[in-house]
């Protein structure tokens, strides 16, 4: 990787969905991957809202 590419932990997409301006100004403008198994864990998670779902749906 380049600098320019991070892989997100479950955690810090939680934050992002919850407006953590700190990390998005840190995020701007890199290449963000998630994991499969992120994607599980974000799709299965309690709290997460319809509009947030849409945020973190795959696209194919």
């Known amino acids: ?9 479950t955690n810090i997409v939680l ?21 499969f198994i992120n994607q599980l864990e974000l799709l299965s998670f309690r709290g997460i809202t319809e509009k947030q779902l849409n945020e973190i749906k795959p696209v194919y």
């Open 15 to 35: 934050y992002l969905l919850n407006g953590d301006k700190i990390l998005a100004d840190i995020l701007y403008r890199k290449k963000l991957y998630l994991s």
């Open 1 to 9: 990787m380049n600098g320019n590419s991070v892989l997100l932990d």
